[in-house]
């Protein structure tokens, strides 16, 4: 059998490794299709897929990711004309869908958010995969198709974070002191669909609370060239932006806490067991809702809480690891069964 994957995001590569490898170990071959963009294919390159680059960055604006989309959908349909796909899989990619249809092969979702606009995955997608946090009764009022509904258990991140060796020389090679206190941020993405201006004023926030803490040593990934100068301007005083890609699960072990205005490192950190901090504005989803309830994550929903809630210190005790057999298992029987 031929599984396509299509990364259309860096995070969709880390989900998409352990998988290629146990379809491999079951005989398939996997055929990879990545849009240039966040460090996907860099990604891609660092983990030694071999794949075929298909579109890149889209337009601003609602009218410029429609077009984008549709454009990258042709684009795919090109690339894989002659591909023999049986089955193919994305995390969220609203391309592939349209392609596959177009190309007739069957296709299969996966993502973790719900308030997503699910009615191009409902038409097009045979199987929409999603953590079982997520109940159907919320399924059902977000949109998705409780009939394609499919629930896996656990959490994605579950798939890859206990998979393979960490990368320890990390610390060393960003120039981390032992004695400091290592923070890992992530600002909002403004550009996406569902940024909420308030992040921005949490992060102004934030960024006044690290400064205020001696030893603090701030590792920075910004999402955009705006964002680059935020901490100094907040008088951060020791600020490293990589000037390379790291294996993201990795560099989350190695912190003492992470806070994002996105989603994918928080989650990784509150299943490690690193201190984890939210102040995503879009809206609440229930994967981070039940990471929330068991403790996992704290969520700074205004500036406010960032006083009273987000602890500046040294992280106590080592990181957990999921076993990701039984979730790796589940995702590629499900899409097997998708091909029919």
């Not at 603090?216 to 020791?238: E, N």
């Not at 987000?310 to 998708?338: N, Y």
């Amino acid at each position: 059998m031929k599984i396509w994957f299509d990364a259309d995001n860096g995070p969709h590569v880390l989900i998409m490794s352990p998988l290629a490898h146990e379809f491999r170990k079951r005989g398939h071959e996997i055929l990879f299709t990545a849009r240039d963009r966040t460090k996907t294919c860099e990604l891609l390159d660092l983990y030694g897929f071999t794949y075929r680059k298909v579109g890149g960055l889209y337009g601003a604006g609602m009218i410029g990711k429609v077009r984008g989309t549709l454009g990258r959908a042709w684009e795919l349909v090109r690339a894989m004309r002659s591909s023999g796909a049986d089955v193919s899989f994305g995390h969220g990619s609203r391309a592939l869908p349209i392609a596959s249809r177009l190309l007739g092969v069957p296709t299969v979702t996966m993502y973790d958010y719900e308030w997503v606009d699910a009615r191009l995955f409902n038409w097009f997608c045979r199987g929409i995969l999603l953590p079982d946090a997520i109940s159907l009764e919320r399924c059902a009022a977000a949109g998705i198709s409780t009939a394609k509904a499919v629930r896996y258990p656990g959490f994605k991140e579950e798939l890859y974070l206990g998979a393979g060796d960490l990368d320890t020389g990390i610390p060393a090679d960003l120039g981390l002191d032992p004695d400091g206190i290592h923070v890992l941020l992530r600002p909002p993405a403004t550009t996406a669909h569902y940024h909420n201006p308030e992040a921005e004023v949490i992060l102004d926030a934030i960024l006044a609370r690290l400064a205020r803490v001696p030893r603090v040593q701030l590792v920075y990934l910004p999402r955009t060239p705006d964002q680059h100068d935020l901490p100094s301007r907040a008088g951060v005083a020791q600020v490293i932006i990589p000037d390379k890609v790291y294996d993201g699960p990795s560099l989350v072990a190695a912190m003492d806490m992470v806070i994002s205005g996105g989603g994918t490192m928080t989650r990784e950190a509150a299943i490690f067991g690193v201190p984890s901090y939210s102040f995503f504005r879009g809206r609440s989803g229930m994967v981070d809702e039940t990471l929330a309830e068991r403790g996992r994550l704290v969520m700074l929903p205004d500036a406010g809480a960032v006083e009273s809630r987000l602890r500046v210190a040294k992280k106590e005790g080592a990181i957990t690891r999921p076993d990701p057999a039984p979730l790796v298992a589940f995702i590629c029987d499900a899409i097997e069964a998708a091909a029919g």
